[in-house]
Structures are given as C-alpha cells and as structure tokens.
C-alpha cells in the first residue's frame, strides 16, 4: 500500500511517501498505524480537520482498504 502526504503534513512528518507492507482495513486503522509511530505522528494525523483521498477519490475514515490503494492524507483546502 502506497501512502503519500501532503502540504504541511507532508512538511511537519518529514516524509512525503511511505510504502506499507500490510494493509488496514479502514482508513481509519491506518491511520491508528501510522499514529503509533510517534507522537509527532500521532498529533498530526489524530486531528480532525485532515482530510484522506483514496486512489485519487476523496474519501471518508470508514472507507474500505486493498492491498494495491494508493492513500493520501493532506490538509484541508483554503482559496483565495
């Protein structure tokens, strides 16, 4: 599973793409994985104003996961 971050995620976890072996069942349990690798990790992703796309869709927490998805986290959008 691909994991790509985003904007100031990207920034303030220091990585922008991260491969993962196994594969969680929700968006929502990956980002409990991810979460318990730090509590940077877990500040960052617990708060709930990021937002998750899955294979390029905007998706909810509760969207189901496959071994082959390609998941991003960003930040939520502002415009001018």
């Known amino acids: 599973m691909k994991?790509?971050?985003f904007?100031?995620?990207?920034?303030?976890?220091?990585?922008?793409?991260?491969l993962l072996s196994e594969t969680p069942d929700t968006v929502h349990a990956l980002r409990d994985v991810l979460a318990s690798?730090?509590?940077?990790?877990?500040?960052?992703?617990s708060s709930g104003n990021i937002l998750v796309a899955v294979n390029q869709?905007?998706?909810?927490?509760d969207t189901v996961l496959q071994a082959d998805d390609e998941v991003a986290f960003f930040p939520p959008v502002t415009g001018g």
């Open 37 to 45: 690798k730090g509590e940077l990790w877990q500040q960052y992703l």
């Open 57 to 61: 869709t905007i998706s909810d927490f």
């Open 3 to 5: 994991i790509l971050f």
């Open 7 to 18: 904007g100031q995620l990207r920034e303030q976890l220091g990585v922008a793409e991260l």
